[in-house]
């Protein structure tokens, strides 16, 4: 009697390994940088902020592997010496079934398709231009590291894959 029941729990953990190892959850997205002058190392000049100098612009990037069942895609510019994941700003749009889209560069209006979920935390960056989701790098110390964070949504809300892109330092 011991023994079967053994077995049985035997079997149940082994078939839940199975199916957490078959599960989209946890998947990753592949996000890769377009404009080769964003280069993960140094932030370039178009893409620092317009209140340090620069143009202020976001970069081209291109997010694949996106899982058939998503129906979001959450990106999340972040600061990672700042400590607040979105704290440069978040966007989103919706892909419905796309495995693979490209988010063009933008600066003072979201691209078609997209729109705002996370206003950025430099309130005296926005008297400058540009937009409410999106300041590019503007570190007085310009020794941040910068990076976006992007998450696949389900329609109930799941987070299906994710990934992420170092922007580069500034």
């Not at 143009?55 to 979001?72: C, N, R, V, Y």
């Not at 440069?88 to 729109?115: C, M, W, Y």
């Not at 790098?137 to 990076?147: G, L």
């Amino acid at each position: 009697m011991h023994r079967i029941k053994s077995l049985r729990f035997l079997f149940v953990f082994l078939a839940l390994v199975f199916l957490a190892g078959n599960s989209n959850a946890g998947d990753t997205l592949v996000v890769e940088h377009i404009d080769k002058s964003w280069n993960s190392k140094k932030v370039p000049k178009k893409g620092v902020c317009l209140r340090r100098g620069g143009d202020g612009f976001s970069p081209e990037i291109q997010i694949s592997k996106i899982p058939e069942s998503a129906t979001l895609l959450k990106l999340m510019f972040t600061d990672m010496n700042f400590g607040k994941e979105g704290g440069h700003g978040g966007i989103q749009t919706t892909v419905n079934g796309k495995t693979e889209i490209i988010v063009p560069s933008f600066r003072d209006k979201l691209p078609a398709g997209f729109k705002g979920i996370k206003k950025h935390h430099c309130k005296p960056c926005r008297s400058v231009g540009g937009n409410d989701y999106y300041n590019g790098p503007c570190s007085p110390q310009r020794k941040h590291t910068y990076k976006v964070f992007v998450y696949a949504i389900s329609k109930t809300g799941e987070t299906l894959a994710k990934g992420n892109l170092t922007l580069g330092k500034y």
